[in-house]
């Protein structure tokens, strides 16, 4: 039996979403997180000694980090469905390039920017003005103009495609599905019209759908 073990306010909906899509059975397990400190609660260490979010277990078998569960399922259940075949080499590299890239390249940005916002915020009153300067000085000269070019480079992308590799929804669409659905809550889409339509297709997915009526709504750390 699968169980899923789902922090809330994590990126296992990513998770549900490809057990949806594959129309497996599986178990919910869900964590909350500390009201004070917003982190995961020691029982979540008991299955995983880091105590992060996605992690799952498969009868005796205990898979973390979403591409590396995303990779485990589909090869495992996924009977070539969700994935390119390797005789379709650019569509297979896309695959392949879009599932390591959201976690190795998008969410470092979007999980700095989260961090730097909220220093000014977790620092003790005399020092708040220090600490906004220097978090406003990073997101100004850094974290804006990266996310800017790596937001412009995945439009150009879904721009034409529509989707980040093979029929829909990929492995790579639902890896990709967490960090764009962060960017459409803290920034408008209005200049990113492919990435918008990305985001809407992904929620109104009937398997998206049923993942929210079993775990609720996504929301995001911070929020």
Do not use: C
Request: glycine share 6%; no cysteine.
């Amino acid at each position: 039996m699968i169980r899923v073990h789902h922090l809330e306010k994590s990126r296992s909906h990513r998770v549900l979403w490809l057990l949806e899509s594959l129309g497996l059975e599986y178990e919910l397990i869900e964590y909350p997180r500390d009201p004070r400190t917003q982190m995961a609660p020691e029982s979540l260490k008991r299955v995983h000694p880091l105590g992060k979010s996605p992690v799952i277990t498969d009868d005796e078998l205990t898979i973390a980090e979403s591409g590396a569960i995303i990779d485990y399922l589909l090869a495992r259940y996924g009977k070539g469905r969700l994935q390119p075949e390797e005789s379709d080499t650019a569509a297979w590299v896309d695959y392949r390039y879009w599932l390591h890239y959201a976690e190795g390249s998008l969410m470092p940005l979007l999980v700095m920017r989260l961090v730097f916002g909220q220093i000014p915020k977790q620092s003790p009153w005399l020092l708040k003005p220090i600490a906004g300067g220097i978090s406003g000085t990073v997101q100004k000269r850094f974290l804006q103009p990266q996310l800017k070019l790596h937001l412009d480079f995945i439009e150009a992308h879904l721009a034409r495609h529509g989707a980040f590799a093979g029929t829909w929804p990929s492995g790579a669409d639902v890896q990709m599905s967490f960090p764009l659905q962060a960017v459409a809550s803290t920034q408008s889409l209005a200049n990113y019209p492919a990435i918008a339509a990305f985001v809407e297709r992904v929620e109104s997915d009937p398997a998206w759908q049923r993942v929210v009526e079993k775990a609720g709504p996504l929301t995001m750390p911070g929020s």
